[in-house]
């Protein structure tokens, strides 16, 4: 069983601030993490690889520096790491992300392709989805758990508002997954070992083959306008008073908003 | 387009490192330069007091706009049931439809006729309609086969869909297919007046910032909206439209559905359809604290929910989680009680009406984003609250 797992570098947004007099971003000191939601992408790899066989390699797309990302991925126990980085993917938006890892995965070749539900800087939840459409393969987004791997099939748990659904799909595929799938381990110390001698394996887009013209910016169909902080709530009220003088007016106020 | 830095000009003063909301500005030998991280947002322009950055125009900018009229909404149904999203993204359609002057139509998959006429009711001029028996289960690579092939062959300038576990899931693959742009959980939809372009606005950084993202070349232009972010349009018993069968032709599909488990508690827990919300944090302090708030919530009609430290420490199911890693919702009310307000729980639920907190610090951060706030021990107001609005309501 061939696994790929994309992995993306985000900065830990718990940590991001917004400067309300410069409406800037602070982002002094915050520090780079694996995407929490990869991390289970991580995890259901080496999960299926115990049982069924076959080997994990871990994928991303980014600046050189997220390379720091791979290595943490191998500490973990994936058998391979491979970075796709080049300039000319600069400014991709999802479409131009979701092709461009696309190319590197059909030449790494995968059965089972393993993403995080959405990386949290952007929360878009697309990738994922797109690159299987890429790939022309089926996909199944949220996974809360995998109930069966077979040669040619997975039975998989997909997480909806109202309960789950049961679903079988053919392989190869993609699958998102959620945080109640599993626990990720933490690095042993032989992984960390393995992670400081890992060879990265590096994909440009020539390697890749990938068409100049879907790349980064220009393949870009979204473009991001511009950037601003979210308004501040304009009614804000405190209700001063003793409880029940508070009380009181709350529940006026919520009559008077229909809320009752 | 790029964006590029005039090193004669630049002082190496650093303002513009700080405003990059990608850091995509690093320092080398004095001087800023832009990296491969640029997405060309353009927030650095203003902030260089030299004047010292600019915007540089590309051949590849005057690309073809797309062709492309009429607004879509793509209304999701399941079991049967059009989900409530359909109805509100039926008016936010239909109001860029009248910017735009031109025409809403719905496109709906499984459900009857007389459920199509009722998305009629609601806004839409047409209502594409597809009753396959195959297509009354969601199903990714149906759907997205079928509504690739209806908006390649109609050509809406506009498509919307819910920000649902459905259509998050299958509308990407539709975007890929189109080549075009997918915009996730747009919190407000513009018409700019100039181009006509779709001014999808969205947080990001996990609602530390918004975006405002256009798609101006590429069509249709897509996008996602959460549940409860758009309010419905006029409901009219006596609109008239048209209803266009569509065969569904032979559809196949690599995955299969083999069983749905419904997971439903006694209270309501389809938290994203709540029209009010009592919410517990960690100062409810225990399971049995949460009782108060599932009185306070029988008295408004209203569901439970919780932050991530209450669901942590084992006082409620996950599912109640509200936030970031839990669920967005946007009632008209949300009453967040013993909740300091910790981001990643106000980008869950920020978008309500009305928000009331009731903390006993009157420092916590909740009451930063509180249309009502009150100082006070919970277990002393909600009690006192309840009683009020039951009488109030004459219960
Ligand atoms: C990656 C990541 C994702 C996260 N996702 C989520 C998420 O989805 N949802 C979420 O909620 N959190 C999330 N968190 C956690 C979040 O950062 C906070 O830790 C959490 O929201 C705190 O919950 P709380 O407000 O209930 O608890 P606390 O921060 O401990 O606040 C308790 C509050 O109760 C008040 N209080 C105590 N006793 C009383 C009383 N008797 N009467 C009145 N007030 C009282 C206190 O003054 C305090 O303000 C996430 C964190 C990370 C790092
Ligand atoms: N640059 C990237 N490199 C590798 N994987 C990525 C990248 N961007 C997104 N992904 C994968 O796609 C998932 C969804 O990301 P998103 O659509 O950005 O929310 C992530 O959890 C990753 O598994």
Known sequence: ?????????????????????????IRDGVPSIINPYDMHAIEAGLQIREKAGGSVTAVTMGPPQAEASLREAVSMGVDGAALVSDRAFAGSDTWATAYTLSKAIALLGADIIICGKQAIDGDTAQVGPEIAEFLGIPHVAYVRRIDDVRDNAIVVQRLMDDGYDVIESSLPVLLTVVRELNVPRLPSLK????????EIRKLTASDIGAEEASLGLNGSPTQVKNIFAPEAKKDRQMLAGTADESIDILVKELVARKCL | MFIKVNRDKCSGCETCITSCPFDAIVMKEGKAEITEFCQACRSCLSVCPEGAIMEVEEES?????????GVWVFAEQRDGVIAGVSFELLGAGRRLADMLGTEL?????GCSAADAAELIRWGADRVYHCDDPMLCSFNDEPWSGLLSGLIAEHKPEIVLAGATPIGRSFLPRVAARLKTGLTADCTSLDIDPETKNLVQVRPAFGGNIMAAILCPNARPQMATVRPRVMKRGEYSASRQGEIVRMDAGSIQSRTRLIETIKEVSEVAINLQEANIIVAGGRGVGSEKGFQILYELAAALDGCVAASRAAVDEGWIPYRHQVGQTGKTVSPKLYIACGISGAVQHLVGMQSSDIIVAINRNPEAPIFNVASYGIVGDLFEIVPKLTKKIREAKGL
């Not at chain 1, 830990?12 to 409406?23: G, H, K, L, Q, S």
């Not at chain 1, 992984?191 to 890992?198: L, N, S, Y």
């Not at chain 2, 005057?62 to 009229?69: F, T």
């Open chain 2, 105 to 109: 139509s719905a496109v709906l998959f």
């Open chain 1, 1 to 25: 069983m061939k696994i790929v797992v994309c992995i993306k570098q985000v900065p830990d947004t718990a940590e991001v601030r917004i400067n309300p007099e410069t409406n800037t971003l």
């Open chain 1, 191 to 198: 992984g960390k070992m393995a992670a400081k001698k890992a």
């Open chain 2, 61 to 69: 900018d005057r690309k073809e706009k797309g062709q492309g009229r």
